[in-house]
């Protein structure tokens, strides 16, 4: 950028205004992939938490599951699932973070129908349909979750690739910008000092050859 910079005290002032301007919005986008960087912690705590629990509960499920499965027939257990009828509304929406959309799943109404067969079945195939539905909220919050992680890894990394090019390309070249106006501004000042001290001598030395 050197050769296009014009040597003058005005660019020079200008420049740094620009450096001010510049290192104010770097301080600025690194304070918000700090905040990020926090908030991402603690969602990754949360999503932990949340994940060893739906495992738990998933573990519960599986093993009603197999104790269905001891007493009744695979055919036989399609047949009393192929009955439940259920009716799940959901609300999608989305609210903001430091600027960054992010999802909000709910479950506003869950209704299930019990007509299976219960003289045909165990107490194991309650309990299975039981765990299953209390389930289905903790997967949706679990797979909210996982979406805001992605979207959150993705910010920060949009934010760290644009706090790593102001600060390693644009102040730094600014910064040569300013250490090239400088040292031309004092190469000519020197040149003018070297000038006038020149112009001086010849002045003085006239002006002795006009007293001789």
Same mark, same amino acid.
């Given at each position: 950028m050197n050769s296009v910079v014009n040597p003058t005290r005005m660019e020079l002032m200008q420049l740094r205004k620009r450096l001010q301007t510049t290192r104010?919005?770097?301080? =600025?986008? /690194?304070?918000? $992939?700090? %905040?990020?960087i926090q908030q991402f912690i603690q969602i990754i705590k949360d999503y932990r938490a949340l994940r060893i %629990?739906? %495992?738990? $509960?998933l573990l519960d499920v599986i093993h009603y599951y197999q104790q269905t499965s001891v007493k009744m027939l695979q055919k036989d257990i399609n047949e009393q699932l192929? /009955? $439940?009828?259920?009716?799940?509304? =959901?609300?999608?929406s989305?609210? /903001?973070?430091?600027?960054l959309n992010l999802p909000k799943l709910k479950v506003l109404e869950y209704k299930v129908d019990d007509e299976y067969d219960f003289l045909r079945t165990p107490a194991a195939y309650d309990q299975l349909l039981l765990h299953s539905r209390s389930l289905l909220e903790q997967l949706l919050l679990l797979a909210e979750v996982e979406t805001k992680i992605e979207l959150m890894i993705s910010e920060i990394e949009k934010l760290k690739r644009r706090v790593n090019a102001i600060e390693n390309i644009v102040i730094k070249e600014i910064e040569e910008d300013i250490h090239f106006i400088r040292m031309k501004l004092s190469d000519l000042e020197r040149s003018n000092t070297i000038r006038m001290m020149k112009s001086k001598e010849i002045i003085l030395s006239k002006n002795q050859k006009n007293k001789d």
């Open positions: 104010r919005g770097h301080k =600025l986008l /690194k304070d918000k $992939q700090d %905040e990020f %629990e739906v %495992e738990s $509960q192929a /009955k $439940q009828k259920s009716d799940v509304k =959901l609300s999608i989305g609210y /903001k973070m430091l600027g």
